[in-house]
């Protein structure tokens, strides 16, 4: 997570994750790391739900999943996606199936300079 970060050389707004692949202390790090490199003044808001059958809040846990998790306590899981407007997330991952379906899900390129093009 934090190389794919060290690849944004702009601050982020708000990051989108889904629940098995980005509820860990690891992401929660990368994106604290990725503010201070850029001094953001406001912290990155993140939608990322924590998985179904949770683990409850611990002192460890990083500010950002405590906020989440509290949220989703108070107001519910769906209402919680509408508010975080969760539902982009989904959004692209519908343009990216739609994509691999029309294009295919490997290049068929052969050669390497024409794969990068």
Do not use: C
């Not at 708000?14 to 992401?27: E, K, L, P, R, S």
């Not at 990725?34 to 990322?48: C, D, G, V, Y």
């Not at 996606?81 to 379906?101: D, F, M, P, Q």
Request: without cysteine; proline residues 3%; positive net charge.
């Amino acid at each position: 997570m934090q190389s794919l970060l060290e690849e944004i050389d702009a601050r982020i707004h708000t990051f989108y994750g889904d629940a098995g692949g980005y509820d860990h202390q690891g992401t929660y790090d990368a994106l604290d790391a990725h503010e201070q490199r850029f001094n953001q003044e406001e912290p990155i808001k993140t939608a990322i739900p924590p998985n179904l059958g949770f683990r409850k809040e611990q002192k460890t846990d990083s500010e950002k999943r405590k906020k989440n998790i509290r949220h989703i306590e108070k107001v519910g899981r769906q209402k919680w996606k509408t508010e975080t407007e969760y539902g982009i997330r989904s959004g692209a991952e519908n343009t990216n199936y739609r994509y691999k379906a029309i294009v295919g899900r490997t290049l068929r390129a052969k050669n390497e300079e024409n794969q990068t093009a």
